[in-house]
């Protein structure tokens, strides 16, 4: 377990400060909860590996845009744009399903540092049998540089499923899709992560990094040149990130300090 030491009035690590000022969070339970999520993500050697991290707190969109990675308000810094329909709460996120999408501004080929080192995550409130929607992902026209997570309580190939720089779908059976995913890529091993347990693991090289944005509650898809409109989803996301590859330790502590986050935000499933 990792302990946070900021506690008994000392100050909150620079990099949750710097997040927690950005956003404007003056609720106490708030900072708290971020400053522990980062003090955690760094005792487990975690936080170097995420190039985005979007913790929906403060129950806005002016406060869920910024990526507690980096806290700037710029396309480079990879703050989200939102578009469409969306509903902001002290629960998360959550699209419409017919026009809500968000922008995260970051492309795989230039922010990824190899096609064989990725992930993708993505904590579900929803519980729901959608098999067209699509969490986050993007598409530049080349199928070997697929790369995106879609959760459907539902049967495989239809269930939860995953492309991970590469044209060929991994998926399982799922009886519930809320809960937090992972779906991850080092070397030719991929898996997709339900919480603590692995829902599919599958061997298959690494192609392409994609050249196009990834985009939440959708994917971003060359022929449309923007969102597809058949891939938009309504789950409500309480946490999302996009970064290097994680093993399987660093996955099952990336969602110990993920559930600990929502847990002091009372919104965990």
């Given at each position: 377990m990792i302990i946070n030491p900021y506690v008994f009035g000392a100050a909150f690590d620079p990099d949750a400060q710097a997040f927690i000022t950005a956003a404007g969070l003056t609720n106490p339970t708030q900072q708290n909860a971020i400053n522990t999520l980062v003090v955690s993500l760094k005792g487990y050697s975690i936080w170097?590996?995420?190039?985005?991290?979007?913790?929906f707190v403060g129950g806005t969109a002016s406060t869920h845009k910024w990526n507690l990675k980096n806290p700037l308000d710029t396309n480079a810094a990879f703050r989200?744009?939102?578009?469409?329909?969306?509903?902001?709460?002290?629960?998360?996120?959550?699209?419409?399903?017919?026009?809500?999408y968000a922008d995260t501004f970051l492309v795989p080929n230039t922010t990824l540092a190899a096609a064989d080192s990725v992930h993708l995550s993505v904590y579900s409130r929803t519980d729901q049998a959608a098999p067209t929607d699509l969490e986050m992902g993007t598409y530049d026209g080349n199928s070997n540089s697929l790369l995106g997570l879609g959760l459907d309580r539902g049967?495989?190939?239809?269930?939860?499923?995953?492309?991970?720089?590469?044209?060929?779908?991994?998926?399982?059976?799922?009886?519930?899709?809320?809960?937090?995913?992972?779906?991850?890529?080092?070397?030719?091993?991929?898996?997709?992560f339900r919480n603590l347990v692995t829902g599919v693991s599958f061997t298959n090289a690494s192609?392409?990094?994609?050249?196009?944005?990834?985009?939440?509650?959708?994917?971003?898809?060359?022929?449309?040149?923007?969102?597809?409109?058949?891939?938009?989803?309504?789950?409500?996301?309480?946490?999302?990130?996009i970064g290097d590859g994680l093993t399987d330790t660093e996955a099952a502590n990336f969602y110990l300090a993920v559930q600990a986050f929502n847990t002091s935000l009372s919104r965990q499933v």
């Open positions: 170097t590996k995420m190039k985005a991290i979007y913790p989200l744009v939102f578009f469409g329909g969306w509903t902001h709460s002290s629960n998360g996120v959550q699209g419409n399903g017919t026009n809500g049967a495989s190939p239809t269930g939860t499923y995953a492309w991970i720089n590469n044209a060929n779908t991994i998926s399982f059976s799922d009886t519930n899709s809320a809960a937090f995913y992972i779906a991850t890529r080092i070397g030719s091993a991929q898996k997709i192609a392409l990094r994609a050249t196009t944005k990834i985009f939440i509650a959708n994917a971003y898809s060359q022929p449309y040149s923007g969102p597809d409109p058949g891939l938009y989803s309504n789950k409500q996301y309480a946490f999302m990130s």
